[in-house]
């Protein structure tokens, strides 16, 4: 079991800077992957950024790439994701993600991931 639970959320305007940290109960194990994906007002949930916990290999979305940073930390055990220069377009609910992704191909593929966190609101306001 590795439950997830996201904090960091909240209402800002567009600009501003929001973190988000991530929580695991316990860190999963071999060639395993975390990161956050994000759903927006009726739209599909969608990738936003990831990392393998082997390797400095580290995972963008295009509209978030040179805004959005995730990083980790390994004492705390907390997977984090700065998140810079918001707009309105990044309004949604964030999850916290792990799994096992079969390869970096598949690192921005939702279905690649076995643990989902319930989710952060982030509400980017014009």
């Known amino acids: 079991q590795v439950p997830l639970e996201e904090s960091g959320g909240g209402l800002v305007q567009a600009g501003d800077s929001l973190t988000l940290s991530c929580t695991a109960s316990?860190?999963?194990?071999?060639?395993?992957?975390m990161g956050w994906f994000r759903r927006g007002p009726g739209e599909e949930r969608e990738f936003v950024a990831a990392f393998r916990w082997r390797g400095p290999l580290t995972f963008y979305a295009d509209s978030v790439r040179g805004r959005f940073t995730i990083s980790r930390d390994n004492y705390q055990g907390t997977v984090s994701l700065q998140m810079n220069n918001l707009k309105p377009e990044d309004t949604g609910v964030y999850y916290c993600?792990?799994?096992?992704?079969?390869?970096?191909?598949?690192?921005?593929?939702?279905?690649?991931?076995?643990?989902w966190g319930q989710g952060t609101q982030v509400t980017v306001s014009s």
């Open positions: 993600v792990a799994g096992w992704p079969a390869g970096t191909t598949r690192v921005k593929t939702a279905s690649e991931y076995t643990y």
């Open positions: 316990s860190r999963p194990f071999g060639e395993f992957a």
